[in-house]
């Protein structure tokens, strides 16, 4: 989940004006025009070069630096796509310097001698675009800038070797800067600046915040929301996770946020369920920090409330329609003779898909209770069974197996929104964190693809095989 419109426009603004009075001409001071065409682009390597040479103090150096990045800002997206063509092109790796050192290094038999030609060769094995990219860390809200500017690189790349090279160099300066270690750990309030409050309602992308009410209750006295902030960006989360404090597994999230049902004294719940994590920055894309998010809010949680003995989760299936549609494309019967009979009873003569791809076919209660036996054992086969490269290919399972929980219990019509109807069937599952079983179930996740299963689940795999 990514920056709104209204967010990019606010935050570009947001950088001009953080940006001026730091900028510094460059030596063609015409601008770039927004698509920038071939005749711009001398002048946009001009400006690269003097970041490079490092003319000056520091205080040109930031100035270079601000033009270069308010250079890109004012770029269509035809612009920036070949302003980055041009970063990746022209300022990659020296291959004729690279292999004058390789070279060297053969040759140098001395140790001392030899120290300083691998130093000499690690330094050339740093393309300039590196050292370029790693300069917008000293403005203000540059951190932020490359996030997004990586954004846009993984729109526009495709295929391309030279974009894909560049992006190696960005994600993995960003997996730096982003280290777990650099993160601080918040909890967001209701108190918490209305800026931010605006973020958490646009960013969320698994139930959608329908209102400051819908808000509000998400964090109120029985709930909690918790979000990693890294240092450079205090007022962006990077990623949140919202929890509820109840008793006993949910089995239903519309009955979870239900505005109107009564708020629980949090020091009687017995359970903690997890029933939202979004990632915000599309930017940091191949920089993982959820499993530990995940796990640092269970240990805080179980030393502030310890009568917590339960941690799970609620989570949906996002591609389990997908999944089935694969299975009827295959040629595949999804139900017996006998389910299909009572289904045509209760549906007509519709298909399985027909019946799915109705809006609120959930309504049909006859047809509903056929379903449920059916499609619950082919969802926990899909989790437990199928496999992708020794992966559950269903995204939010992976997450949750991959941090060492349990697939614990198959929750029909637990998600009955326009969404979840048309991605999960209306199905949720419950993922179990038991801390004693964590990292044996992770372990054994990893090296096999073995799925910690409860006795339930285990049930509805055996009668669909």
Not at 86 to 104: H, P, S
Not at 262 to 268: A, K, L, M, R, T
Not at 377 to 389: D, F, H, S
Not at 428 to 448: F, G, P, Q, T, W
Request: charged content about 30%; hydrophobic content about 40%; proline content about 4%.
């Amino acid at each position: 989940m990514g920056m709104t419109e209204r967010q990019k426009t606010r935050f570009i603004d947001q950088l001009r004006t953080a940006w001026r009075g730091i900028t510094l001409t460059s030596r063609n001071s015409r601008p770039l025009r927004p698509d920038l065409p071939e005749a711009d682009t001398d002048s946009l390597r001009t400006q690269m070069r003097d970041c490079l040479e490092g003319r000056g103090g520091e205080v040109s150096a930031r100035g270079r630096a601000a033009a270069l990045g308010e250079a890109y800002l004012n770029l269509s997206d035809i612009g920036r796509r070949r302003y980055l063509e041009i970063l990746a092109r022209d300022f990659a790796v020296d291959l004729d310097a690279l292999l004058e050192q390789i070279d060297a290094l053969r040759s140098e038999t001395a140790p001392e001698r030899r120290l300083a030609v691998e130093a000499r060769l690690r330094q050339t094995l740093t393309a300039p675009r590196l050292r370029l990219l790693t300069q917008f860390n000293s403005l203000p809200s540059g951190v932020k800038f490359l996030v997004d500017m990586r954004a846009d690189l993984l729109r526009y790349k495709g295929d391309d070797v030279l974009l894909n090279s560049l992006d190696d160099d960005l994600r993995n300066l960003l997996r730096s800067w982003f280290d777990i270690g650099f993160l601080d750990l918040r909890r967001i309030t209701w108190d918490a600046p209305a800026a931010l409050l605006e973020k958490l309602m646009d960013y969320e992308a698994v139930h959608e915040i329908r209102s400051w009410d819908d808000l509000k209750n998400r964090l109120s006295s029985d709930r909690r929301c918790y979000a990693f902030f890294h240092p450079r960006m205090p007022d962006e989360p990077l990623i949140f996770v919202q929890v509820a404090l109840v008793n006993g597994l949910s089995d239903n999230v519309q009955t979870l946020l239900d505005e109107h049902a009564p708020i629980i004294d949090p020091e009687s719940a017995d359970t903690a369920i997890f029933y939202s994590i979004t990632n915000t920055q599309q930017g940091l894309k191949g920089v993982s920090f959820g499993s530990f998010l995940i796990k640092r809010v269970v240990d805080d949680l179980a030393r502030q409330m310890p009568a917590l003995k339960t941690f799970a989760t609620l989570s949906p299936v996002p591609t389990l329609r997908r999944y089935l549609a694969s299975l009827i494309a295959q040629g595949k019967s999804l139900l017996s003779d006998a389910e299909r009979a009572k289904l045509e009873q209760t549906a007509g003569n519709k298909t399985l898909t027909e019946i799915l791809d109705e809006p609120n076919w959930n309504e049909n209660k006859d047809a509903a209770r056929v379903l449920q036996q059916p499609l619950s054992a082919l969802c926990a086969r899909y989790l437990v069974k199928e496999r992708r490269r020794g992966r559950a290919p269903d995204p939010v399972a992976n997450f949750h197996l991959n941090n060492g929980a349990r697939l614990e219990r198959i929750n029909w019509l637990a998600d009955i929104s326009e969404k979840g109807l048309r991605e999960s069937a209306g199905i949720m599952v419950n993922y179990l964190y038991r801390l004693a079983d964590i990292e044996r179930n992770h372990e054994a996740y990893r090296a096999s693809g073995t799925t910690a299963v409860s006795s339930s689940v285990r049930g509805f795999v055996k009668r669909r095989e």
